[in-house]
């Protein structure tokens, strides 16, 4: 890989760092090289918004290299929200325009005096003054970053307001509203005085084996255009699932409370596209365009949203507006905010003033009514700029709760809210929030996917009911392996590639000659290590659970009568990743197995 | 009458199932399009077949067994080969994992079909149901 480019914010040192090769070979890159190269660095003392605390965007071996779908890069270091590992991947154009600056990665620490932005062209980098664009949203920041560099091709990664103010759900956006959304990352580059990192670079990416690996790109982009995943997310972007998921019980309603509502059609993928729906967007060389763009009533063309962004601020809060869906999306992407935390710190907001835990003495003579937009528009304001009961909400509903004396009933694992695939209906998911290494995250494994059939042969994966229990354990993990690979590479988690083709284009691009299981292995390897990351941050077994909502059975819908039995799935889970079921530490066993021996020192002594 | 999969008689069999389901008929009340099954050749069945249902607000209004599709534009063409689909009427393989698994091709608005997941899953229960025999 190429070297990482240091930056100290505090001394204004840059320098150069080369990956070890062997990391490179065992990590492959983005997530996974992220935890291993953090790792000594992320301490129980670490204050995660202190000038020592790091923050690093990294690439993966594929980014870049107009393969299917690997446009992406990771942003990783020690969540504010969680206190935990973060990581949260963004699209876009940024990583691999990074990458063709020769960087495959930036490492950040120390704070800056005065906001700052970083201006890096090509092999040279500027610490320029920020104040034109302190204050001002995520769009505004990358026009007039975008005016002042004035070179053709640029493209600027920025925080909004939220990130500024410390919002513990801020994060990072770039190419319009492209969201490293999750873990509160923006928060951190906030706390640095760092505003925005711009980059265009014109240097080619080193691949391995050029000559194979670029007829396979061309091929595997075919196929990937024709399938039939592929057109769905092109015509309907990703809330072509709402429909099925609002069948199956699978999309939350009224803050996980409810299992059905009324509204639910009218805010889906289909719906879009047959109204506001004014084209498509795509991120670097993609061949699906899931990206959506609407025009609303005043005649703008505007990003429309994804499916987390609409079940956030539609299903979860009982609206059916999808114009307003859409503004409320907006808002957050201009603020700087991760829509699934905001709408998810909204809803327990709303759940406890419905139940009386909260009051207009609490929330500034607000009403908090379901489905009342308005409020929900003036609710954002305040979190953004902490105002009122916005103080509260910008810290997220782990802490909100707490506030109120209502911890138990936010819906999060670990102070990250959860993401909106219903366990009760995929009991898959249960596993994968408990256990994420960053909260309750779906991205560490969207193994909804594979409770609803999308079972490729070649993982090895077996097919279990979507409501079956400790079976699927096993299953569980291997997936989350495989899931970890993707965001190692880092790989869009919606291509249905095969996964003999990933092989062969991780082979052809870094010169390695693996197998299937040398790719699950290199995943088992990141997850253990991002594992005791966590154990070394304070996680125990403790920590994996299920917010109590969930464990609550739905009175109607697709998923009625069903709670994931969380215990057996857990117990199980223990066995088929080698973990101390007492501490949940990765044993000292496993850890060595995985090449992980100096971990398996500084764990178990 | 004997329905084995794939045949007119099954055909006509599923068709007259269509008509009289009420489930059926309540679940695909606005459904509105007619649709192809391509069967590939593969296992038992040694030629292609095309199988063509009209299909308009819970009823099936024609059904023909096509040469080719030179002579009618449906608004969906499902293609897959034989071992899939007679893995789908078994049982063995749900309709939208093997659409999303690249095992049964779709041709037409996917808009259309993820709105309307019910009816497709309840289509495929009522073929099911007017299968007494599965050619192997």
């Known amino acids: 890989m190429q070297p990482i480019l240091k930056v100290n914010l505090t001394s204004g040192e840059i320098s150069e760092y080369i990956i070890p090769a062997e990391w490179e070979g065992d990590y492959l890159g983005g997530a996974s090289l992220a935890a291993r190269l953090l790792y000594a660095f992320l301490t129980r003392d670490l204050d995660p918004v202190s000038p020592e605390s790091p923050l690093l965007f990294l690439n993966g071996p594929l980014s870049g290299t107009s393969g299917p779908t690997v446009g992406r890069f990771v942003v990783c270091g020690k969540s504010p929200a969680t206190g935990l590992w973060a990581e949260s991947n963004c699209g876009g154009f940024w990583g691999p325009e990074l990458r063709f600056c020769g960087y495959d990665g930036m490492w950040i620490t120390g704070k800056a005096e005065k906001p700052v932005y970083l201006w890096l062209n090509d092999g040279r980098l500027e610490v320029r003054n920020a104040r034109a664009v302190w204050g001002k949203d995520t769009y505004e920041s990358q026009s007039i970053i975008k005016n002042e560099i004035d070179l053709p091709g640029a493209h600027v990664l920025t925080i909004g307001p939220a990130g500024e103010n410390g919002v513990l759900f801020a994060g990072l956006y770039c190419d319009h509203g492209r969201a490293a959304g999750r873990t509160g990352l923006g928060a951190v580059a906030g706390s640095k005085n760092l505003k925005a990192i711009a980059v265009k670079g014109t240097k080619k990416i080193p691949l391995a084996r050029p000559e194979l690996y670029v007829p396979l790109r061309s091929s595997a982009n075919r196929a990937l255009k024709e399938d039939n995943l592929s057109h769905v997310f092109h015509e309907l972007g990703t809330a072509n699932v709402v429909d099925y998921a609002d069948y199956l019980g699978a999309m939350p309603k009224k803050y996980f409370h409810s299992g059905i509502f009324s509204g639910a059609e009218k805010v889906s993928g289909s719906t879009m596209a047959e109204t506001i729906l004014a084209g498509t967007s795509a991120c670097h060389a993609c061949v699906i365009a899931c990206g959506r763009v609407v025009r609303l009533e005043d005649g703008e063309k505007r990003k429309g949203p994804e499916y987390e962004t609409i079940v956030s601020f539609g299903p979860n809060l009982l609206n059916d507006d999808l114009a307003a869906i859409t503004r409320l999306g907006e808002l957050c992407d201009r603020y700087g905010m991760d829509t699934i935390s905001a709408g998810g710190t909204l809803g327990l907001a709303f759940y406890l003033f419905e139940k009386g835990?909260?009051?207009?003495?609490?929330?500034?003579?607000?009403?908090?009514?379901?489905?009342?937009?308005?409020?929900?528009?003036?609710?954002?304001?305040?979190?953004?700029?902490?105002?009122?009961?916005?103080?509260?909400?910008?810290q997220g509903s782990k802490r909100f709760g707490q506030h109120f004396g209502a911890e138990e009933e936010a819906v999060q694992v670990n102070?990250?809210?959860?993401?909106?695939?219903?366990?009760?209906?995929?009991?898959?998911?249960?596993?994968?929030?408990?256990?994420?290494?960053?909260?309750?995250?779906?991205?560490?494994?969207?193994?909804?996917?594979?409770?609803?059939?999308?079972?490729?042969?070649?993982?090895?994966?077996?097919?279990?009911?979507?409501?079956?229990g400790a079976e699927k354990a096993a299953n569980v993990a291997r997936h989350q392996d495989w899931s970890t690979v993707f965001n190692a590479l880092v790989m869009c988690i919606f291509a249905n590639v095969s996964v003999e083709t990933v092989v062969r284009l991780i082979n052809t691009a870094c010169g390695l000659d693996w197998g299937v299981e040398d790719l699950f292995a290199a995943g088992e390897r990141a997850w253990n290590l991002k594992r005791a990351i966590n154990n070394r941050l304070g996680l125990t077994r403790e920590n994996d659970r299920l917010p109590k909502a969930l464990l609550e059975p739905y009175q109607d819908g697709g998923s009625a009568g069903y709670v994931p039995p969380i215990t057996e799935m857990l117990e199980a889970y223990y066995v088929a990743r080698g973990w101390d079921p007492e501490t949940g530490k990765p044993t000292r066993e496993k850890l060595q197995s995985l090449g992980l021996g100096d971990v398996a020192t500084d764990l178990w002594g | 009458m004997a329905a084995i999969f794939p045949s007119l008689e099954w055909l006509e069999g599923l068709s007259e199932k269509l008509n009289s389901d009420a489930k059926y008929g309540q679940i695909a009340r606005n459904w509105e399009g007619d649709i192809c099954f391509v069967l590939e050749p593969s296992g038992p069945l040694t030629e292609e077949l095309l199988y063509y249902l009209d299909l308009w607000h819970g009823k099936c209004r024609k059904t023909e067994i096509l040469k080719d599709l030179s002579s009618v534009q449906p608004k969906f063409v499902f293609t897959a080969t034989y071992d899939n689909a007679s893995r789908v009427m078994k049982g063995e393989l749900d309709p939208m994992q093997a659409m999303m698994t690249r095992k049964l091709q779709v041709h037409g608005s996917m808009a259309y079909i993820m709105r309307n997941v019910p009816v497709v899953l309840d289509f495929i229960r009522c073929a099911r149901e007017a299968t007494t025999e599965i050619l192997s």
């Open chain 1, 415 to 468: 102070g990250l809210e959860l993401a909106y695939h219903d366990p009760r209906a995929f009991s898959g998911m249960a596993l994968v929030y408990a256990t994420s290494p960053r909260g309750a995250c779906h991205n560490q494994s969207q193994y909804f996917e594979v409770d609803i059939g999308q079972v490729d042969p070649g993982l090895g994966l077996e097919f279990f009911d979507r409501q079956a």
């Open chain 1, 357 to 394: 835990i909260i009051n207009k003495k609490n929330t500034d003579g607000l009403v908090l009514r379901w489905g009342d937009v308005k409020t929900i528009e003036q609710l954002l304001h305040m979190t953004a700029h902490r105002q009122g009961i916005g103080e509260f909400l910008a």
